[in-house]
């Protein structure tokens, strides 16, 4: 069973930088074909896709947010990361993350074979 868990600060400051954490297990990220993305959903609103690692390690990010954002990995630990920089109170949100076998750019949670309970997140102004 794959499981995903989100980890990191539930309070930021505007103007630094959020830094989540998802942990997986029960799958590799460098599995064939797996793609793992970041969503968030701001309070009263829609989810929103911010971007994905493939499991060759290339990214592709938000058009929207691309000039602040940045995911990683580290497959010792099978963790990935997202950074999101220059934060506001805009930013605030559920930060989801989710496992597809295949690119998804869409942020619709059916889209997702995998997709773990989220993190509360509050950027203060």
């Known amino acids: 069973q794959v499981q995903l868990q989100e980890s990191g600060p539930g309070l930021v400051k505007s103007s630094q930088t959020l830094s989540l954490t998802c942990t997986v297990s029960?799958?590799?990220?460098?599995?064939?074909?797996?793609?793992w993305s970041w969503i968030r959903q701001p309070p009263g609103k829609g989810l929103e896709w911010i971007g994905h690692?493939?499991?060759?390690?290339?990214?592709y990010y938000s058009p929207a947010l691309q000039s602040r954002v940045s995911i990683s990995r580290d497959t010792s630990k099978n963790q990935f990361f997202l950074q999101l920089s220059s934060v506001t109170p805009e930013d605030t949100g559920v930060y989801y993350c989710?496992?597809?076998?295949?690119?998804?750019?869409?942020?619709?949670?059916?889209?997702?074979?995998?997709w773990g309970p989220g993190t509360q997140v509050t950027v203060s102004s």
């Open positions: 989710g496992g597809s076998d295949g690119p998804v750019v869409v942020p619709e949670r059916d889209e997702y074979d995998n």
């Open positions: 029960g799958d590799r990220l460098t599995t064939t074909m797996k793609y």
């Open positions: 690692i493939a499991y060759f390690g290339n990214t």
